[in-house]
């Protein structure tokens, strides 16, 4: 079997996929691939989508599964805007202890917090 052709996968998805929030149909300027993979073997594919909706302004990352003719999607709302999701996607999570080092540290902050945070 031919592998994928993502492009068309994705004018296809511009169709079908609707902004589970208001159920605006997306575009296909306001979505982009995050990641794919593909199997030639098994003929299946995973895609993970973001799209931010041009009515309500919500973003949603979809994951797109094809397994032969079978297609599965899971949409999940999220903040992250579409270069935070590619900024994001290998960072570790933060640590129990990470956030505890954060806690104590504000704790005993004093200064220009913003500046801090945005300091280079
Ligand atoms: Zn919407």
Same mark, same amino acid.
């Given at each position: 079997? #031919?592998?994928?052709? %993502?492009?068309?996968?994705?004018?296809?998805?511009?169709? &079908?996929? #609707?902004?589970? $929030?208001?159920?605006? =149909?997306?575009?296909?300027?306001? !979505?982009?691939? $995050? /990641?794919?993979?593909?199997? /030639?073997?098994?003929?299946? @594919? +995973? $895609?993970? $989508?973001?799209?931010?909706?041009?009515?309500?302004?919500? *973003?949603?990352?979809?994951?797109?599964? &094809?397994?032969?003719? +079978?297609?599965?999607?899971?949409?999940?709302?999220?903040?992250?805007?579409?270069?935070?999701?590619?900024?994001?996607?290998?960072?570790?999570? &933060?640590? @129990?202890? +990470?956030?505890? *080092? &954060?806690? /104590?540290?504000?704790?005993? %902050?004093?200064?220009?917090?913003? /500046?801090?945070? !945005?300091? =280079?």
């Amino acid at each position: 079997m #031919k592998p994928y052709d %993502f492009k068309k996968v994705m004018q296809w998805l511009g169709h &079908i996929l #609707k902004c589970p $929030i208001c159920g605006h =149909k997306y575009n296909l300027g306001t !979505t982009q691939v $995050i /990641e794919s993979r593909q199997d /030639e073997v098994y003929q299946d @594919a +995973e $895609i993970l $989508i973001h799209s931010d909706c041009s009515k309500c302004k919500s *973003s949603v990352m979809f994951n797109v599964e &094809i397994r032969g003719p +079978e297609v599965f999607s899971v949409g999940v709302v999220t903040d992250l805007t579409g270069s935070d999701s590619s900024k994001f996607r290998n960072r570790q999570p &933060i640590s @129990a202890d +990470e956030v505890l *080092s &954060i806690h /104590e540290t504000l704790k005993s %902050f004093k200064g220009n917090l913003l /500046e801090e945070l !945005t300091k =280079k």
